[in-house]
């Protein structure tokens, strides 16, 4: 036997071998689609044959297109970009695309979609609205008081290296919901922004280009609705999955808020 059929005739035992092996993985899955009538809540369980760097969005994929495929879920990057495919994943909210099977040694994994959000059904929730609504709350765009007068000859300004870091590193966040999810302050009122809207904020706060004074800023989240209502609960911090600096965001803003409060 040559060389390349010794190798190929290993690497097929080794997948055998690794087939073998795999675990079996148990799914309870939240299944409910609040669009027919009469319908309730209840848990569903599929299982799933685990391979090697299995994500939850995966396993799922695998569920949909070989065991159920009525089962709902969002997805569009798989890559932790879209935001798409945020859910309680064994009762932390995270995204299932940037989850491993391999994180939960007993194999068992329970599903519920993002709580705090319009569902609609089983694992698919509208985040798309609570962003919008946000997004008109903290105004999300440039306010420049000379907009009006635009000279279309003018060379673009620059900015400092260091303020273009801070805001990129805010920018990051994918409107994944899950910061909402994991706030009880956000589970308990809804009209708190939360924390998505305070990093949004604190976006335009460091952007030198946004004209906006700290009065206009407080007008804003200067409330219990706002900055002054975040309890410091931190599940923000914990669970978001790209690690936006929120503990240090809104003490920034807490700070700067009471500031403009005084003045
Ligand atoms: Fe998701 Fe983090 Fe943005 Fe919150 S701040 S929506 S957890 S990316
Ligand atoms: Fe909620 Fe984060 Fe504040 S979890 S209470 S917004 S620190
Ligand atoms: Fe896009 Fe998970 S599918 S973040």
Redesign the pocket.
Known sequence: MCGQAVKEKQETQDKQDIQERARTLTFEILRYNPQVKGETPKMKTYQVKEAPGMTI?IALNEIREYQDPSLQF?????????????MVINGAPG????TLTANYPDGVIKLLPLPGFELIGDLSVNTGKVFRAMSERVESWIHDKHADNVDLDKLEETMDPDTADEIYELERC?E?GVCLAACATKRMRDDFLGAAGFMRLARYAVDPRDKRSDEEFYDIIGDDDGVFGCMTLLGCEDYC?KDLPHQTRIAYLRRKMAFAKRS
């Open positions: 969005f969002d997805f569009v990057c798989r890559a932790g970009i879209c935001g798409s495919c945020g995204l299932a695309c940037r994918v994944c999955p």
